[in-house]
């Protein structure tokens, strides 16, 4: 494997005139970069990744930590980051959690790994950090920024959606498709967006005249680490469903028409996440 001493020789010039083409900055004649350019290309010349960190003191790196690696929400997430990193010439390193339980350990555990293995800047999922965390987080790397979370004092920081409009899109979306009997089956109780996602979702329906208290509530089928089998679902909540979801290979959650039960099924369904 060829090193910057090979190009250098190649070339007839000093180790620090090469130095000087590979990093784009500093006096260097035509003539000489042009011979640098000749010699890397043919000793297939490749600069080592440390040496150009120290030199330009960045990694063009970027951290990304997040709860979950799985399922049709982080997914999507991290390919937008992926995509658009790659678009300026940067690259990710991905850490992420084990459990929705064990989040902001999780959360503190991966800004340190990520700031340790030299990245430019963090992008942090972590709704269960408290504000001392994300103090904590400054300190380790104050280019950071916190995506479903905000701070008041790192509000030009945060990227956080609107969930109770959320809530109430999904609502209104089941009202105007002609149902009025509904049920719910809400996220994980952990989270601190489901209660926005609810509320949005509960006052929605308030305005096509359905009383909240109508709508029955479940927790918990979709927060299993395996997804129950749709026979199951119906089997430990026969009340509540005149819909089933069903899982497939990707992942993804479809929903399907149930055979006819009970009048008094519910019509519609709402998912966390939706």
Request: glycine share 10%; charged share 25%.
């Amino acid at each position: 494997m060829a090193t910057i001493k090979d190009v250098a020789k190649r070339a007839g010039v000093g180790v620090g005139t090469v130095s000087r083409v590979i990093a784009g900055s500093g006096p260097v004649s035509a003539d000489a970069a042009g011979r640098v350019r000749r010699a890397i290309e043919e000793l297939r010349f490749r600069p080592s990744h440390a040496a150009r960190v120290l030199q330009k003191g960045q990694s063009q790196t970027i951290g990304v930590f997040v709860p979950l690696v799985h399922g049709a929400f982080y997914t999507p997430i991290l390919h937008a980051i992926y995509t658009t990193l790659r678009a300026y010439g940067r690259h990710m390193v991905v850490d992420f959690g084990q459990t929705l339980e064990s989040e902001r350990q999780d959360a503190l555990d991966g800004a340190e790994f990520l700031t340790d293995r030299g990245c430019d800047g963090l992008l942090i999922m972590g709704t269960a950090l408290k504000s001392a965390d994300i103090e904590r987080i400054a300190e380790l790397q104050p280019k950071f920024v916190l995506l479903n979370r905000c701070v008041p004092r790192f509000r030009a920081q945060c990227f956080n959606p609107d969930h109770e409009a959320a809530g109430g899109a999904a609502a209104r979306a089941l009202c105007e498709a002609g149902h009025r009997r509904l049920a719910v089956i809400e996220g994980p109780k952990a989270s601190v967006d489901n209660p926005l996602r609810m509320r949005g979702f509960m006052a929605a329906l308030e305005g096509y005249g359905i009383d909240r208290a109508s709508v029955p509530r479940a927790r918990g089928l979709l927060a299993r680490e395996r997804p129950p089998r749709p026979a199951d679902a119906a089997r430990a909540r026969p009340h509540l469903h005149s819909a089933l979801l069903r899982q497939r290979r990707d992942g993804d959650w479809r929903a399907r028409r149930a055979a006819p039960g009970r009048a008094h099924r519910a019509r519609g369904l709402l998912g966390d996440g939706l």
